[in-house]
């Protein structure tokens, strides 16, 4: 019998065969979820991936969406668009009675139950539209006319991803009792832990501090002062109201127990098992160009503090640095104002104070802290001023 010709067989192109430079050109453009599946697929895909993101990065959006719930999807698919695995996430909105829970459990179904998450209220809110790729700024105060707020939702979401760190947040607890205090030294003590066991090293390297408006937080600043290196960059938003996620499941009982969060910290931590060649990220902090001294340096002859159930009022009176006279502060109040004279609207004040404290952690030793701290000034034209 004759043997017929045996036919040629084309290899059939499979994921496994397809180019590297391929492969990484098209798991770069997926949106965050197709990409965490696409680094599931297999251990080359997953090394992609890893390629992909070795670097920090940062997804931001806005909206101004008067529907909160268009607007809260409107920046999370924004944000998701493109490759990101969220390490923390901020979220910050302004409005009217607006309900942060609702916010807080929609981001931690979309961006997962172990991602630390804030969300707080802000008096203004800035960055790229989620929708059209324009800047937008807007501030709270625009929203009232004649002493009420007109309906309004705004929203910034930022999402973060940071190579050889570990994020979470850890909160300041304080009883519900009247009067008393924050558990100050815990939550010092609660943010140093986390940061050993982590990375080996009690002194995290940034925290990013939001604390409620109803509570003092110069106290825990003082003792974060005292209790972490100086290498450890704190910012953050000292009177609001938040709610936070914690990758913890137990820091987040807070609802339901004797305490509330009279403050909470993002930390970031430094990872001792990151992968071989991950770079080391630093932190910067920067004065805003919006905030400038005015005036010359003062030296202060008499200070006398008026306790009221509103607060503290501050009686001061003082030198200018290398004079003589003695000035009260509606004198101060006048030099400023006359610098000011040209200035567009209606700049907030302050009087920054230097200041040496003794403080301690627990059982540590004390010692002496110099502390640059900023007194809102409250009134323009009384002599009590801050």
Not at 51 to 80: G, M, R, T
Not at 140 to 149: A, I, K
Not at 194 to 223: C, H, N, R, T
Not at 250 to 276: G, H, I, Q, T
Request: glycine share 8%; net charge negative.
């Amino acid at each position: 019998m004759e043997e017929k010709p045996k036919e040629l067989k084309t290899p059939m192109t499979s994921f496994a065969s397809i180019n590297e430079d391929l492969v990484q050109n098209i798991v770069r453009r997926l949106p965050a979820s197709s990409f965490a599946s696409a680094a599931c697929v297999s251990k080359s895909w997953n090394q992609i991936c890893n390629q992909i993101l070795s670097k920090p990065k940062f997804a931001s959006a806005c909206s101004l969406n008067k529907d909160e719930k268009v607007a809260l999807e409107e920046v999370v698919n924004k944000v998701l668009s493109e490759p990101i695995r969220p390490h923390f996430a901020i979220a910050n909105v302004i409005g009217s009675e607006v309900d942060l829970s609702e916010k807080l459990d929609f981001l931690a179904t979309k961006l997962g139950s172990q991602t630390p998450i804030v969300v707080s209220c802000a008096s203004g809110i800035m960055g790229r539209d989620a929708v059209t790729g324009e800047h937008r700024e807007v501030m709270l105060e625009e929203y009232w006319v004649d002493g009420e707020s007109n309906s309004c939702f705004g929203i910034i979401l930022t999402v973060g991803f940071l190579p050889g760190l570990i994020v979470d947040a850890i909160p300041l607890l304080q009883p519900r009792k009247v009067h008393q205090p924050a558990l100050v030294d815990e939550f010092v003590m609660n943010i140093r832990h986390y940061a050993a066991s982590v990375s080996g090293w009690a002194s995290p390297v940034g925290i990013i501090l939001f604390g409620d408006d109803g509570a003092d937080q110069k106290p825990v600043m003082e003792k974060l002062d005292h209790a972490m290196s100086r290498d450890t960059v704190i910012v953050g938003e000292e009177r609001t109201q938040f709610l936070y996620q914690s990758g913890v499941r137990s820091r987040n009982d807070y609802r339901r127990s004797e305490y509330f969060p009279a403050a909470v910290a993002l930390v970031f931590a430094r990872d001792r098992d990151k992968p071989r060649g991950t770079g080391e990220i630093q932190f910067h902090a920067a004065l805003s160009s919006g905030v400038s001294s005015i005036g010359p340096r003062y030296k202060a002859v008499s200070v006398r503090k008026i306790g009221s159930e509103t607060g503290h009022t501050t009686l001061l009176t003082a030198r200018r640095e290398g004079e003589q006279e003695i000035l009260d502060g509606q004198r101060i109040l006048d030099d400023i104002n006359n610098e000011l004279v040209d200035q567009i609207g209606r700049p907030d004040l302050y009087i920054g104070v230097t200041e040496q404290r003794k403080c301690l952690i627990g059982s540590e030793k004390s010692r002496v802290l110099t502390f640059l701290v900023f007194h809102g000034v409250t009134g323009r034209s009384r002599v009590p001023f801050c």
